[in-house]
C-alpha cells in the first residue's frame, strides 16, 4: 500500500539544511512520523476524535500525514486517514492541555509546526501554539503532546516520505474490480456491476469489487447477488466509504426473503446518502456474510417494512443503532454497537459485549446471549501491506472471546501469507491444475466464476488455506465430489459456494475421512461463509451436503439449501437427504443455516457437539405423509442428535414449516437423546401458512404450533 523512503530525509537532516529538507516536499507531501521513543509509528484515529499516539509497529494508512509547507515556513500534518489537520490543543484542561490531536478542518497557529533537525537524522517538532517540542511520552502510554523545553531521546522522531498506492496487482482475472477513490467513471463501474447482478438470481455471473485504502466520498454501492465488495486495507477503517452501501429488497413489496448470497467485508461505512439518519439500509436474508465492518452510522435490516429473514454479523462494529426492524432470525458474534433495537423469532448473541436487555422467550425480547465466544479463528482477508504488496492476513485462534479484534487501531493478531504462496485459480483453471498446485504445498485463491470439477479437490497438506472472493462456485456433473480434505491440522476453507450437479456424487464437502481419529484441539481445521446449494440454477442431486468428520473441527457461517424455488425444483428433480452430517467429537458450529432437505436436515453421531444458532425450514414439498415418514413417527426432525451422543448443547433454535400439501405434520423439530448432558435453550417452532405443522419443539416437549404463525411454541431450557 505504501513505501516509505526515509534516506531522502536522512541526507538533508545529516546535512542540517531546513530550507533542503523543505524542498523534499511539493506544496504537500505523504510521510510517516516514527518515534525514537519506543519506536513506534505515529497513528491518527480515523474519526480524528481521538489524541495521537506513537503506538503503531508497522506503517499504514492511519499512520500517514500529508506534510503541508506554510507560507511562514512551518508545516502542517495532516492525517490521511480522515483529512484532519494535527493540532497541539493548549486550549484542552489539564491532564491533556497540548496534547495533539487530529480533529481541525483548517490550519490556524496551534496546527503549524517548525521541523528543527537534529545531528543523529531525526527531527524534532516544536508547536507555533506554545513554542514547546512534541513528545512522545511513554509515561502516558506514548501519547503525543507539545510541552518539552528540550530536545530529548523522546522529543526525536524519524521523518520518512511515503509513496502512496499500491504495488503492482496480483492477476485477479476478469471478474475481479480493483478501485480506488481516483479511479475514474468509478461510480459508473460500481453500477454497471449492479446492474447486471440485481436480477441474477440463479446465474452464471460472479463479481467481487476491491477497495483500496482512502476515503470515497459521495459514493453509492449497491450490492446484488454474487457480488462481495472487499476492503484492502489492513485494517476497516483505512477504507472509508463516504456515501452508501446498500442492500435493497428483490422481491416486490420491500420483500427481501430471496436476498441471497451478497456480502461484505473490511472496510468503514458512513453513510451520509443511506436511507436517512445516518443509516445504511441491509435488507438481506441467507449466505451474507458481513464481516469486519465499521458502520460510522446505523443499519437497519430491511427494507422500508418489508419481510426478511436473515442473516450474520461477525467482528462488526456499529457507532449508532442496529434495527433488526422485521427480521425473523439472525447472529451476531464478536460484534459491537451503541444499541440494538428490534426481535424476530430467534435472535442469537454470541461474544457480544453490548448485547440488548431481556430474555428469550419474552415476546419482543426473544433474544438469546452468550457472554464469550468459546473458540474460532476468523476468517482470512486479503489486503495490501505497509510495503505494497498483496497479501492474505490468517488470524490466530482465540478462546473466550468477546467483542472485535481491531478495536482502537489494533492489528488483528496472526500470520501475513505473501500472495506469491497463493495460487491464484480461475474458473478456467482445471481440477487437475488446482490438485497439482495444492500437492506442491501452495495455499489457493480461488477468483469469482463457476468451476465444472471433472475430479475432486483433495486437500492434504496441513495449515493449507482456500479462500474464495465473489463467490466462487464449485460444480461437478461427472458424479465426483467437490472436495475431500485429510485428517490434518489447521484447515481454512472460506468464501466458497458448493453446487450439486446432474449426477449424484454422494457429498459435497467431507472434511476428514470416515474414521478421522486425530485431535485437532490446539490448531482445528475452519470453515467461513461456505454455502451448499441442490437445484435453482439447474436440476442437481447429492445424498450429503456437508460432512464433518475431523475432530474439533469449527464452522463459522453456513448455508445448505435444498432450493425450494428456481430450476430443476422437485421432490423427484433436486433429491437431497441431508444437510449436515456430523461424525468428529468437539465440533463447533457457529450461524448454521440448513433448509428443506429430504430427511434430516442435520445428523449429529459425534460428542461434545456445540451449535450457536440454527435456523431450519423443513421441506416444503413432501407429496404426502405416508411418503415422508420416519422410523420414529410423522416426519423427520429438522436436527437429529443420535441415540448413542453423550455430550452435545445448542442455543438459539429456529424450526419452521412451510408445507405445500395439506394434512402433513412434523412429530419433533429436535429429536436428541434424554441425558442431562444433551442440553438445549431457546428453541422455537413455527408453521408458516394454513397447511399443517409441528407437533413439538423437542422430542415430546412443548406445544404444536398453530398456522400462519398464530402461535409459536418455545421451549426455554431441555432436559
Given amino acids: ?165 499500491p504495488g503492482p496487482a496480483p492477476d485477479l482475472g476478469p471478474n475481479v474490480r480493483i478501485l480506488s477513490p481516483s479511479t475514474p467513471n468509478l461510480q459508473g463501474i460500481i453500477n454497471d456491476v449492479y446492474s447486471a447482478q440485481q436480477g441474477n438470481h440463479f446465474g452464471d455471473r460472479r463479481d467481487a469489487i476491491l477497495l483500496t485504502p482512502g476515503t470515497y466520498n459521495g459514493l453509492r454501492i449497491p450490492v446484488g447477488f454474487y457480488t462481495q465488495v472487499l476492503g484492502l486495507g489492513s485494517h476497516p477503517d483505512q477504507v472509508h466509504v463516504n456515501g452508501d452501501l446498500r442492500s435493497d429488497a428483490y422481491l416486490g413489496g420491500d420483500n427481501a426473503t430471496q436476498n441471497f448470497w451478497r456480502g461484505a467485508e473490511n472496510f468503514s461505512v458512513t453513510p451520509s446518502l443511506g436511507i436517512g439518519n445516518n443509516t445504511m439500509q441491509w435488507a438481506v436474508s441467507q449466505a451474507i456474510p458481513f464481516r469486519r465492518m465499521h458502520v460510522r452510522g446505523n443499519i437497519k435490516l430491511n427494507q422500508n417494512n418489508g419481510w426478511s429473514s436473515g442473516g450474520w454479523f461477525s467482528e462488526v462494529l456499529v457507532d449508532g443503532q442496529v434495527n433488526s426492524a422485521s427480521q425473523q432470525q439472525w447472529i451476531s458474534r464478536n460484534s459491537q454497537w451503541g444499541s440494538w433495537t428490534g426481535s424476530g423469532w430467534n435472535m442469537v448473541f454470541v461474544g457480544v459485549p453490548n448485547a440488548p436487555a431481556g430474555n428469550f422467550p419474552t415476546q419482543g425480547q426473544r433474544y438469546t446471549k452468550v457472554n464469550e465466544t468459546p473458540v474460532v479463528r476468523e476468517k482470512p482477508y486479503l489486503f495490501i501491506d505497509a510495503n505494497g504488496s498483496y497479501a492474505v492476513r490468517l488470524p490466530s485462534l482465540r478462546s473466550n472471546s468477546s467483542g472485535i479484534t481491531w478495536s482502537n487501531g489494533a492489528t488483528t493478531p496472526g500470520t501475513t501469507i505473501p500472495i506469491a504462496q497463493f495460487f491464484i485459480a480461475k474458473p478456467t483453471d482445471s481440477a487437475a491444475t488446482i490438485n497439482a498446485q495444492l500437492a506442491a504445498g501452495r495455499h489457493i485463491l480461488f477468483t469469482p466464476g463457476i468451476y465444472v470439477l471433472t475430479q475432486t479437490l483433495q486437500v492434504n497438506n496441513p495449515n493449507t488455506v482456500l479462500l474464495g472472493i465473489g463467490f466462487p462456485t464449485l460444480r461437478s456433473d461427472n458424479g465426483q465430489p467437490l472436495m475431500k480434505t485429510a485428517d490434518v491440522d489447521g484447515l481454512t476453507i472460506a468464501g466458497l459456494f458448493f453446487d450439486a450437479g446432474a449426477t449424484e456424487s454422494g457429498v459435497l464437502l467431507e472434511v476428514g475421512p470416515n474414521g478421522a481419529s486425530a485431535s485437532h484441539a490446539a490448531n482445528p481445521t475452519v470453515l467461513h461463509d461456505v454455502f451448499f446449494r441442490i437445484g435453482g440454477a439447474a436440476a442437481g442431486r447429492v445424498a450429503f451436503g456437508l460432512s464433518i468428520n475431523a475432530h474439533n473441527t469449527i464452522v463459522d457461517h453456513t448455508w445448505l439449501w435444498r432450493a425450494d424455488h428456481g430450476a430443476g425444483v422437485g421432490w423427484t428433480s433436486n433429491p437431497s437427504s441431508y444437510g449436515l452430517w456430523v461424525n468428529g467429537n468437539n465440533v463447533t458450529v457457529y450461524g448454521l443455516f440448513v433448509e428443506h432437505f429430504q430427511n434430516h436436515q442435520v445428523v449429529w453421531n459425534g460428542n461434545g457437539g456445540r451449535v450457536y444458532f440454527y435456523q431450519s425450514e423443513i421441506p416444503y414439498d413432501p407429496p404426502s405423509q405416508a411418503s415422508w415418514n420416519s422410523a420414529t413417527g410423522r416426519g423427520f426432525a429438522s436436527y437429529k442428535v443420535a441415540d448413542n451422543v453423550t455430550s452435545h448443547e445448542a442455543w438459539g433454535l429456529g424450526v419452521y414449516s412451510v408445507f405445500t400439501n395439506a394434512n402433513i405434520l412434523l412429530d419433533r423439530a429436535v429429536e436428541a437423546p434424554v441425558n442431562s448432558n444433551v442440553r438445549f435453550h431457546s428453541l422455537i417452532s413455527v408453521c408458516l401458512g394454513s397447511n399443517g405443522g409441528i407437533v413439538h419443539p423437542i422430542n415430546s416437549t412443548g406445544d404444536q404450533t398453530a398456522c400462519n404463525a398464530a402461535y409459536t411454541p418455545t421451549v426455554t431450557n431441555y432436559p
Fill in 1 to 165: 500500500m505504501n513505501w516509505m523512503r526515509p534516506t531522502a530525509f536522512r541526507r538533508f537532516l545529516h546535512g542540517g539544511a531546513l530550507a533542503a529538507l523543505l524542498g523534499v516536499f511539493g506544496s504537500t507531501e505523504a510521510a510517516t512520523l516514527q518515534a525514537v521513543a519506543n519506536n513506534n509509528f505515529v497513528s491518527a484515529t480515523a474519526t480524528g476524535t481521538s489524541y495521537l499516539t506513537a503506538t503503531a509497529p508497522t506503517a499504514s494508512t492511519w499512520e500517514q500525514f500529508e506534510v503541508v509547507n506554510n507560507a511562514n515556513g512551518t508545516v502542517s500534518l495532516k492525517a490521511t486517514i480522515s483529512g484532519n489537520f494535527v493540532a497541539a490543543d493548549i486550549g484542552l484542561a489539564s491532564p491533556n492541555t497540548a496534547r495533539l490531536i487530529g480533529n481541525r478542518p483548517s490550519v490556524g497557529g496551534w496546527e503549524q509546526f517548525t521541523l528543527v533537525p537534529q545531528s543523529n537524522g531525526t527531527v524534532a517538532l516544536r508547536s507555533a501554539a506554545n513554542n514547546l517540542y512534541v513528545s512522545a511520552d511513554l509515561n502516558i502510554g506514548g501519547a503525543l503532546v507539545a510541552n518539552r523545553q528540550t530536545v530529548g531521546a523522546w522529543e526525536q522522531f524519524v521523518l520518512s516520505t511515503v509513496t502512496t498506492g
